[in-house]
C-alpha cells in the first residue's frame, strides 16, 4: 500500500515563510514526478507546481512563480515546497501526488490536471494571515 505523507503546514503572516515536506512510503515505490496541488475553501482542488525526476524539470503555477521552490531527494521519495513571501490568498489544504511512470509519455501536456496523479496525500493545512 503506497502511502504520502505530508507536514509542515501551520499558521503564519503574510510576508512569511514555511517549508512542506512529502514522503512516500515502501521500498518499492517509484514515481515519475511528485507535485503539489491546493484546495481553499469553497474552490476546487488546483495545481500548484510539480518536478519530473529525470532531470528535474518543473513547472509552477503563475501564481506562485518566484515566490515558492519545488525540490526533491530521490533517494528519500521525499519533495519539499518552499513557500517565501506567503500571501492570504494561499491558504488552502495542500496536498502531495504523485504520477505513475506509465504517464510519462504525455506528462508534459498534461501536468497541471488531477487525473495524471495516481496517489494522493491526506493534505496540510495552510493559513497565511493579515
Known amino acids: 500500500q503506497v502511502q504520502l505523507v505530508e507536514s509542515g503546514g501551520g499558521l503564519v503572516q503574510a510576508g512569511g515563510s514555511l517549508r512542506l515536506s512529502c514522503a512516500a512510503s515502501g521500498r518499492t515505490f517509484s514515481s515519475y514526478a511528485m507535485g503539489w496541488f491546493r484546495q481553499a475553501p469553497g474552490k476546487e482542488r488546483e495545481f500548484v507546481t510539480t518536478?519530473?525526476?529525470?532531470?528535474?524539470?518543473?513547472y509552477y503555477t503563475i501564481p506562485v512563480k518566484g515566490r515558492f521552490t519545488i525540490s526533491g531527494d530521490n533517494a528519500k521519495n521525499t519533495v519539499y515546497l518552499q513557500m517565501n513571501s506567503l500571501k492570504p490568498e494561499d491558504t488552502a489544504v495542500y496536498y502531495c501526488?504523485?504520477?505513475?511512470?506509465?504517464?510519462?509519455?504525455?506528462?508534459?501536456?498534461?501536468?497541471?490536471?488531477?487525473?495524471?496523479?495516481?496517489?494522493w496525500g491526506q493534505g496540510t493545512q495552510v493559513t497565511v494571515s493579515s
Open positions: 501526488a504523485a504520477a505513475s511512470p506509465s504517464i510519462s509519455g504525455v506528462f508534459s501536456r498534461n501536468y497541471y490536471l488531477r487525473s495524471v496523479y495516481e496517489y
Open positions: 518536478i519530473i525526476w529525470s532531470g528535474g524539470r518543473t
